[in-house]
């Protein structure tokens, strides 16, 4: 009787794990359609319901984190906006601690530590561009096939292509200088992500500026009156189309 007891508390208790990694997975598909839905902040509340349940799910991690930087980004103040990506670089962090050869998770971190560089001072600019490099790179080596961190390190190249004099002044007091980086090394990553993912408006949003740049106009209204055309998959797709049409009014 004893036994029979035993072996049934411990059939209860696989039963409710069971159900409780089950619920954790339920909510990351709800996040993914809220994503497709182009509402991030509800999908941010699906995922943080998923870690509550499991907070080793790297999924769900990498899928807070992900929230945190495009969430973070439409916000007007810095200090909400380094708040949300604080969050953000925490949350991959986790992911990598779990599972540092995940490429999503080596992605979303150079992504949550981009978004930062873009609102800080010369100094952690400087800094956060060599990790940013490296998580991108690292994500390629796993998985050659992630066109989102073909964009990362293509932004990586045209930002570093494009820093001032004390930015520049900074990485080499501080390291010596940055790994290379140019516009002609950006289109090319910009055009892998594209060979990849012909319809990630915002990566030929930043082809076209790199093209127009590296002054090839033609290829750069072409590709911006590609995105305009294309549908919108994320939340920032409408904004992002419409500054590729006031820089196609611009460029005429």
């Given at each position: 009787m004893?036994?029979?007891f ?5 059939s209860?208790l ?16 709800q996040a993914?359609?809220?994503?497709q ?10 995922y943080?319901?998923?870690l509550l349940i499991?907070?080793n799910n ?5 899928g807070?984190?992900?929230m945190?930087?495009?969430v ?6 810095d ?6 990506f604080?969050?953000?670089k925490?949350f991959?962090e ?5 599972n ?5 998770a080596?992605?979303v971190?150079?992504v949550a530590m981009g ?9 952690d ?29 293509g932004?990586y190249?045209y930002e570093?292509?494009n ?6 002044g900074?990485a080499?007091i501080?390291?010596g200088?940055l790994?290379?980086g140019?516009n002609k ?9 594209k ?5 990630f408006?915002?990566n ?12 090839q106009?033609e290829?750069a ?7 305009v055309?294309?549908?919108?998959r994320?939340?920032d797709?409408a ?7 006031k820089l196609?009014?611009?460029w005429k």
């Amino acid at each position: 009787m004893k036994r029979l007891f035993v072996t049934l508390l411990v059939s209860i208790l696989f039963s409710c794990l069971m159900t409780i990694a089950q619920s954790a997975n339920d909510y990351v598909s709800q996040a993914k359609k809220m994503e497709q839905a182009k509402n991030e902040m509800a999908a941010l509340e699906k995922y943080k319901l998923a870690l509550l349940i499991d907070k080793n799910n790297v999924e769900a991690l990498c899928g807070a984190s992900f929230m945190c930087s495009g969430v973070g980004n439409r916000e007007k103040e810095d200090s909400k906006k380094k708040a949300f990506f604080n969050t953000a670089k925490l949350f991959a962090e986790q992911a990598l601690k779990l599972n540092a050869n995940s490429s999503r998770a080596n992605y979303v971190m150079a992504v949550a530590m981009g978004r930062m560089a873009m609102i800080s001072g010369s100094k952690d600019k400087v800094a956060a561009s060599r990790d940013i490099k490296k998580y991108a790179d690292h994500a390629i080596k796993i998985d050659p096939k992630n066109s989102s961190a073909w964009h990362v390190l293509g932004k990586y190249n045209y930002e570093v292509s494009n820093l001032n004099f004390a930015e520049r002044g900074a990485a080499k007091i501080l390291f010596g200088g940055l790994p290379p980086g140019d516009n002609k090394t950006a289109i090319k990553c910009y055009e892998k992500c594209k060979s990849l993912d012909g319809t990630f408006i915002m990566n030929l949003l930043d082809l076209g500026i790199s093209y127009h740049k590296n002054d090839q106009v033609e290829k750069a209204k072409e590709t911006l009156k590609l995105a305009v055309s294309l549908h919108e998959r994320f939340q920032d797709d409408a904004s992002i189309k419409a500054s590729c049409q006031k820089l196609l009014k611009e460029w005429k």
